[in-house]
C-alpha cells in the first residue's frame, strides 16, 4: 500500500497563531512531521517557517518580543488601505527568516490570500515565501493589501480561515487542522461580563492596543473607543473579524472535514498581544495534548500505510 501523506491546515488568528508553533512542536514530541503545511494570516508565517526548517528561530525571536517591541513595529499609516502599513512587521520577519522559493522548500507549502477586487480565494505555491506570506496577512482594515504577481491581496482568513481545502489540493490523503477560531465570539461575550464585575485596569493587564493608544494620545485613543463607551474603529474591525472568521471557520469545515481538529483555547488573548508568545504558545500545546487519543490512531493508520 502507498504510504499516506499528511498535511497540516494552520488557521488565522493574528496574536493567536503563535499557538502553531506549540502544536507543531506536541505533534513532534508524538512523531508527527506533516508532508503538506498549508497556512492562513498568521498560519501561513509560523507554516513557512516549519517548512523552510526556521522554526526554531522564528521562536526564539517571537519568546523575546515585548510590549515595546511589538509597538515599534506597527508603523501607523491612514493611507494605502490599512491603519498599519506593515512593511517594517516584514522587514523584521526577514531580519529573522531567509526567503526561500516556495517550490524548493523542505517541506510542500502553500498560503492562501484573497483577491482583494473579486473576492476569489488564491493559492499561493510558489515565489518567493516571505512575500507569499506578507500577502496572507493582510487583515482587512488593520494592514494595508499587498500587491502580489499582478493582483491586490488581503488577509487569506476573510475566504479560508483553516485552509483544509489547500491541504487537500497539495496531495494530502489526511489532514490536521488547526481551528484557532472555534471559541472566539462566546469568549468574547464571557470577558465583556467578566469587565462588569470587575473594573481593575492595572498596566500589567493592558492589552498591547491599549497601551498603543496610551502612547500616541487622544485621537488614536478616540478611534480605539477608549474614551467613550462607545467602540472605536478598531474594537469594531477586530469584533468583525473574529465574528466573521468564527462563522466562515464553521461552514467550512463543515464541508471539508479533517481527520483531526486541534482548537487552542486562548482565553484572554487580543488581537495584537503579539508579546505573549510564551502563554500562547503554551496553550497549543496543551490542545494537541487533549486530542492524544485521536493521534495515535492516526500515528497507527500512518505506520501502517507504511509497512
Same mark, same amino acid.
Given at each position: 500500500?502507498?504510504?499516506?501523506?499528511?498535511?497540516?491546515?494552520?488557521?488565522?488568528?493574528?496574536?493567536?497563531?503563535?499557538?502553531?508553533?506549540?502544536?507543531?512542536?506536541?505533534?513532534?514530541?508524538?512523531?508527527?512531521?506533516?508532508?503538506?503545511?498549508?497556512?492562513?494570516?498568521? #498560519? $501561513?508565517?509560523?507554516? /513557512?517557517?516549519? %517548512? =523552510?526548517?526556521? +522554526?526554531?528561530? &522564528?521562536?526564539?525571536?517571537?519568546?523575546?518580543? *515585548?510590549?515595546?517591541?511589538?509597538?515599534?513595529?506597527?508603523?501607523?499609516?491612514?493611507?494605502?488601505?490599512?491603519?498599519?502599513?506593515?512593511?517594517?512587521?516584514?522587514?523584521?520577519?526577514?531580519?529573522?527568516?531567509?526567503?526561500?522559493?516556495?517550490?524548493?522548500?523542505?517541506?510542500?507549502?502553500?498560503?492562501?490570500?484573497?483577491?482583494?477586487?473579486?473576492?476569489?480565494?488564491?493559492?499561493?505555491?510558489? #515565489? $518567493?515565501?516571505?512575500? /507569499?506570506?506578507? %500577502? =496572507?496577512?493582510? +487583515?482587512?482594515? &488593520?494592514?494595508?493589501?499587498?500587491?502580489?504577481? *499582478?493582483?491586490?491581496?488581503?488577509?487569506?482568513?476573510?475566504?479560508?480561515?483553516?485552509?483544509?481545502?489547500?491541504?487537500?489540493?497539495?496531495?494530502?490523503?489526511?489532514?490536521?487542522?488547526?481551528?484557532?477560531?472555534?471559541?472566539?465570539?462566546?469568549?468574547?461575550?464571557?470577558?465583556?461580563?467578566?469587565?462588569?464585575?470587575?473594573?481593575?485596569?492595572?498596566?500589567?493587564?493592558?492589552?498591547?492596543?491599549?497601551?498603543?493608544?496610551?502612547?500616541?494620545?487622544?485621537?488614536?485613543?478616540?478611534?480605539?473607543?477608549?474614551?467613550?463607551?462607545?467602540?472605536?474603529?478598531?474594537?469594531?474591525?477586530?469584533?468583525?473579524?473574529?465574528?466573521?472568521?468564527?462563522?466562515?471557520?464553521?461552514?467550512?469545515?463543515?464541508?471539508?472535514?479533517?481527520?483531526?481538529?486541534?482548537?487552542?483555547?486562548?482565553?484572554?488573548?487580543?488581537?495584537?498581544?503579539?508579546?505573549?508568545?510564551?502563554?500562547?504558545?503554551?496553550?497549543?500545546?496543551?490542545?494537541?495534548?487533549?486530542?492524544?487519543?485521536?493521534?495515535?490512531?492516526?500515528?497507527?493508520?500512518?505506520?501502517?500505510?507504511?509497512?
Amino acid at each position: 500500500m502507498a504510504k499516506l501523506k499528511l498535511g497540516i491546515a494552520l488557521g488565522s488568528g493574528a496574536a493567536r497563531g503563535w499557538a502553531h508553533i506549540g502544536v507543531l512542536r506536541e505533534l513532534a514530541e508524538h512523531g508527527i512531521y506533516p508532508d503538506y503545511v498549508a497556512g492562513a494570516s498568521m #498560519g $501561513s508565517l509560523v507554516g /513557512a517557517a516549519y %517548512a =523552510s526548517e526556521q +522554526l526554531d528561530t &522564528l521562536e526564539d525571536w517571537v519568546r523575546q518580543l *515585548g510590549r515595546l517591541d511589538v509597538i515599534r513595529l506597527l508603523d501607523a499609516s491612514f493611507r494605502g488601505g490599512g491603519v498599519i502599513a506593515g512593511s517594517r512587521v516584514m522587514d523584521a520577519v526577514g531580519d529573522q527568516l531567509r526567503d526561500f522559493p516556495i517550490e524548493k522548500m523542505e517541506r510542500s507549502f502553500a498560503a492562501v490570500a484573497t483577491e482583494l477586487e473579486s473576492g476569489r480565494e488564491v493559492w499561493l505555491r510558489e #515565489g $518567493s515565501m516571505l512575500s /507569499a506570506v506578507r %500577502a =496572507s496577512c493582510g +487583515l482587512p482594515g &488593520l494592514f494595508a493589501p499587498t500587491k502580489y504577481q *499582478g493582483r491586490w491581496l488581503i488577509d487569506g482568513g476573510v475566504v479560508n480561515p483553516v485552509p483544509v481545502s489547500l491541504c487537500n489540493a497539495m496531495g494530502a490523503d489526511v489532514v490536521i487542522a488547526v481551528n484557532l477560531n472555534a471559541f472566539l465570539v462566546s469568549r468574547k461575550r464571557q470577558q465583556k461580563h467578566e469587565k462588569l464585575l470587575d473594573k481593575h485596569t492595572a498596566e500589567e493587564d493592558q492589552s498591547t492596543i491599549d497601551r498603543l493608544s496610551n502612547m500616541v494620545g487622544s485621537v488614536f485613543s478616540g478611534m480605539l473607543g477608549k474614551n467613550s463607551e462607545q467602540p472605536g474603529i478598531l474594537d469594531v474591525v477586530s469584533a468583525s473579524i473574529n465574528i466573521m472568521q468564527e462563522r466562515i471557520t464553521r461552514s467550512r469545515m463543515a464541508g471539508e472535514p479533517p481527520r483531526i481538529e486541534i482548537r487552542p483555547r486562548l482565553p484572554d488573548i487580543e488581537l495584537m498581544d503579539f508579546h505573549r508568545a510564551d502563554t500562547i504558545i503554551d496553550c497549543g500545546a496543551q490542545a494537541v495534548r487533549k486530542v492524544a487519543k485521536e493521534l495515535e490512531e492516526l500515528t497507527e493508520l500512518l505506520e501502517h500505510r507504511q509497512s
